[in-house]
C-alpha cells in the first residue's frame, strides 16, 4: 500500500497524520553548509506503527526533531493531523507539542527533582488545566503504564523500566496524534526493553499512532513498518506483512 | 502556565536549594533591613522631637527670651563667641515684658543649674535646681501631684519652699512623705511643698532630677548671677498670638537696651520650632544618605540575584529543554524563571522587614533611642525588594526563553 501522491499546495487526507514532503533541513556551519535532510517524503496514517531506521548521520535524529516539532525545516513542507505545521512560529510550535506530540526519550528526561504524578502534570500545566484535572488525569495515565502504586515516588526511587513508563505515562497524558520516542530502550536491560515495547504493542492496539527512532534492528522489528534513512534521504519504506 | 504555578514552583525551588538561596538573597536583605531599621529611627525620632523634645524644652505656644539659642546646630566660634558678649536678660527685663504685652500671655522667670540636694544625710547629687517664678508650672504644663505648687506671694518674697521632681522624691524620701519636711540646697534648708508627676525620661535622661523654688529665694545665688536670669518663659493661648507677643518682645527689649534700626537682636527668642529646626536639619542629612545606602545594598543584592539566576539557568538547561519539549512556550519559561528571582528577593525582603523590625524594637528597649516602624517603609521594602528581583531576573529569564529546545535537551 502506497500513499496517494502529494504535491505543493495539496492538502493531505484527513486520516494522515503525518506528512512530510520533501522534508529540508541544512545547517550553517559557517565554512559549510551541512545537508543533514536533502528531500524526505514520508506518510504515516493514524493508527500506523512506524519505525525509522538509519545508521548514524543518516538524519534520522533530525527528521524526529522535525516531525516533533522541536525544530523548522529549511525546505519542503511538513503537515501534522491535517495542519501545516512548517512555517508556524514558536509558541505556535509549542503548542503543536502540547497538544498534538507525545514524546519518550532515551534519557528518559523527567525532572529529577519532583515526583512521578508532577512529571506526568507538566503538559497539562502547559495545557493550562486546572490542578484538580490535571492530578485525575495524570493519575488515570499513570495506571494505564501499570504505576497506579508508584505516583508519588522520585525518578531516582524507581527503576529504569518504570522511569520509562512514567515518561510514556506523560507523553499519553494529553492523548496526543502521535507517540514519539527516540530509541526508548536505549538506556534499558533487555529483559526490561521486552516489557517496555510491549507497553507499545498495546498502546498500538488501543488505537495510538506510534513513530520510534532506533537503530536496533530486534526492536524495528516490532514495528509494522520501517522506514530506513541513508545519507538525508529514504532509502527503503517497508511494510511488514501482519 | 498560570502566574500561581510559576510561583508555587518557584518557592518548591528555593526550599530546595535552602543555602544558595540564603547567599543569594543576602544582599536584598541587607538593603531592606537597612531600610526599615534606619527609616524607623529617623521616623521614631522625628515622632519624639516633635512631640516631646520641643514640648518639654520649650513648651506649647510658648518662647523663651534667651541671652543667646540653647539648642545649636553647626555654629561657628566667631557666632559663639558674639553671643557670649550679648549682655544677659535681667529681672528688670522679665518685669517689663511681662508689663509690656498687650496679648493675653502668661510669663515666668527661669534659671537654672546643677547642683546637690540634702536631706538628713541622704545627698543626691546633678540635680537641675530651678528658680522661677509662680506660673512655670502652668507654662511647662507640670502636674503637681502631691502638695501644691509655690504662691505668687512666696515668689515675691522669695519664700525658702521647693517643689520636687518625682525622682528625686523618691531618693530622697523612701517611705516616708516628703511634704513638710525640710531639705538643704548647699546648706540653706527649703520646706517641701509639692511633687512634681512623673515626667519620664529624654534620650535616657530623667525629667524627674529637678528641684523648683521661687527664683528670688536664696537659690538665686546658686543659679546665676544677682538679678540675672536664664531665660523669660511667655506663654500665649494660641499660635498667632504667641507671634504677637514675640513681636512685642521683640520691640519692648531693643527699646529698652537701645538698638538702632539696623543693628541685630542682641537677644534670641527660642521657640519649639527654633528647636525643631535643629532636628529638622540633622533628619535632612540622613534622609540624604540612607538611601543611598540602601540603593548601594539593594544594587549588589540585584546582581548577586542575577548571577545567581544565570548559574540556575546554565545547571537547568535540560530542564528547560524538557519543559519546552512538553510545550512550554517562552513566555511560559520567562515566568518561570522571573517568579523565581522575584519571589528570592520578595523572600530576602520579607526578612530583611521581619529583621528591622525586631531590630527596632530591640533597639527601642535596649537604648534610649527612640524606634517607631513606619508602616510606608514596610510597603516601600517589599515593593522595591519585589522589584529588584524582576529587574534582576529579566536577563536570566529571557536567556532561559530563548533558549533552542533541541540543544537544550543534548544537554548532560
Given amino acids: 500500500m502506497i500513499a496517494q501522491e502529494f504535491h505543493t499546495g495539496d492538502t493531505p487526507l484527513p486520516d494522515v497524520i503525518i506528512l512530510a514532503h520533501k522534508l529540508a533541513r541544512e545547517y550553517d556551519m559557517g565554512s559549510e553548509i551541512v545537508r543533514a535532510l536533502r528531500g524526505v517524503s514520508v506518510q504515516i496514517r493514524r493508527n500506523e506503527y512506524v519505525a525509522v531506521m538509519g545508521p548514524s548521520g543518516s538524519g534520522k535524529s533530525t527528521l524526529m526533531n522535525l516531525i516533533g516539532c522541536l525544530d523548522t525545516p529549511t525546505g519542503g513542507e511538513y503537515w501534522l493531523n491535517g495542519q501545516k505545521v512548517s512555517d508556524l512560529a514558536d509558541d505556535e510550535l509549542a503548542r503543536i507539542r502540547n497538544k498534538e506530540i507525545g514524546f519518550v526519550f532515551q534519557t528518559f528526561n523527567l525532572l529529577p527533582r519532583a515526583s512521578a504524578l508532577h512529571n506526568v502534570e507538566l503538559p497539562l500545566i502547559y495545557a493550562g488545566l486546572g490542578a484538580k484535572a490535571r492530578r485525575a488525569q495524570a493519575a488515570r495515565a499513570l495506571e494505564r503504564v501499570g504505576l497506579g502504586d508508584r505516583m508519588q515516588h522520585k525518578p531516582n526511587e524507581l527503576s529504569g523500566g518504570q522511569r520509562q513508563r512514567v515518561a510514556i505515562a506523560r507523553a499519553l497524558v494529553n492523548d496526543p496524534s502521535i507517540l514519539l520516542a527516540d530509541e526508548p530502550t536505549g538506556n534499558l536491560d533487555s529483559t526490561t526493553s521486552q516489557e517496555i515495547m510491549q507497553v507499545f504493542a498495546d498502546l498500538h492496539a488501543q488505537g495510538q499512532t506510534v513513530v520510534m527512532v532506533t537503530h536496533e534492528a530486534d526492536i524495528a522489528a516490532r514495528a509494522a513498518r520501517v522506514v530506513t534513512l541513508r545519507d538525508g534521504l529514504v532509502a527503503t519504506d517497508q511494510q511488514r506483512a501482519a | ?412
Fill in chain 2, 1 to 412: 502556565m498560570p502566574l500561581f504555578e510559576a510561583l508555587r514552583l518557584a518557592l518548591q525551588q528555593i526550599r530546595a536549594q535552602k543555602l544558595k538561596s540564603g547567599f543569594s538573597l543576602i544582599g536584598v536583605f541587607i538593603g531592606v533591613t537597612f531600610l526599615i531599621g534606619a527609616w524607623s529611627i529617623v521616623n521614631g525620632m522625628n515622632v519624639y522631637m516633635t512631640d516631646k523634645f520641643a514640648g518639654t524644652l520649650v513648651g506649647v505656644n510658648t518662647f523663651h527670651l534667651r541671652q543667646r539659642p540653647n539648642v545649636n546646630f553647626n555654629v561657628d566660634d566667631s557666632t559663639w563667641r558674639s553671643w557670649r558678649r550679648r549682655p544677659r536678660i535681667r529681672f528688670a527685663d522679665a518685669d517689663a515684658v511681662t508689663r509690656g504685652l498687650t496679648v493675653p500671655a502668661i510669663t515666668a522667670w527661669y534659671s537654672e543649674d546643677r547642683g546637690t540636694v540634702e536631706y538628713k544625710g541622704k545627698r543626691a547629687q546633678g540635680i537641675t535646681l530651678e528658680g522661677t517664678t509662680e506660673r512655670y508650672f502652668e507654662i511647662m504644663t507640670l502636674k503637681i501631684e502631691q502638695g501644691r505648687p509655690f504662691t505668687s506671694q512666696e515668689a515675691k518674697a522669695g519664700a525658702t519652699v521647693v517643689v520636687l521632681g518625682h525622682d528625686l522624691a523618691e531618693k530622697l524620701f523612701v517611705n516616708l512623705s516628703p511634704l513638710g519636711r525640710s531639705v538643704r540646697i548647699h546648706g540653706i534648708p527649703y520646706q517641701v511643698i509639692g511633687i512634681v508627676e512623673r515626667q519620664g525620661n529624654l534620650f535616657g535622661m530623667s525629667l524627674d532630677k529637678f528641684v523648683v523654688a521661687p527664683a528670688l529665694s536664696p537659690i538665686q545665688r546658686e543659679v546665676n548671677p544677682p538679678g540675672v536670669v536664664d531665660a523669660v518663659l511667655v506663654r500665649a493661648s494660641s499660635e498667632p498670638e504667641m507671634r504677637e507677643a514675640m513681636d512685642q518682645t521683640e520691640a519692648i527689649m531693643r527699646s529698652r537696651r537701645h538698638l538702632r534700626p539696623r543693628q541685630d537682636d542682641n537677644f534670641a527668642m527660642m521657640t519649639s520650632e527654633g528647636v525643631l529646626d535643629f532636628w529638622n536639619k540633622l533628619s535632612r542629612i540622613l534622609y540624604a544618605v540612607g538611601p543611598g545606602l540602601v540603593g548601594i545594598a539593594l544594587v549588589v543584592g540585584g546582581i548577586v540575584i542575577m548571577n545567581i539566576m544565570l548559574m540556575a539557568v546554565a545547571e537547568r538547561t535540560r530542564e528547560i529543554g524538557i519543559r519546552k519539549s512538553l510545550g512550554a512556550r517562552r513566555r511560559d519559561i520567562m515566568r518561570q524563571f522571573l517568579a523565581e528571582a522575584t519571589a528570592l528577593a520578595t523572600v530576602g525582603a520579607t526578612f530583611g522587614i521581619l529583621t528591622g523590625i525586631a531590630l527596632s524594637v530591640l533597639l527601642q528597649v535596649a537604648t534610649p533611642l527612640p524606634a517607631s516602624v513606619s508602616p510606608f517603609s514596610i510597603v516601600l521594602g517589599v515593593v522595591v525588594g519585589g522589584g529588584v528581583g524582576i529587574v534582576a531576573g529579566v536577563y536570566p529569564a529571557s536567556r532561559a526563553a530563548r533558549l533552542d529546545p533541541i540543544a537544550a535537551l543534548r544537554q548532560e
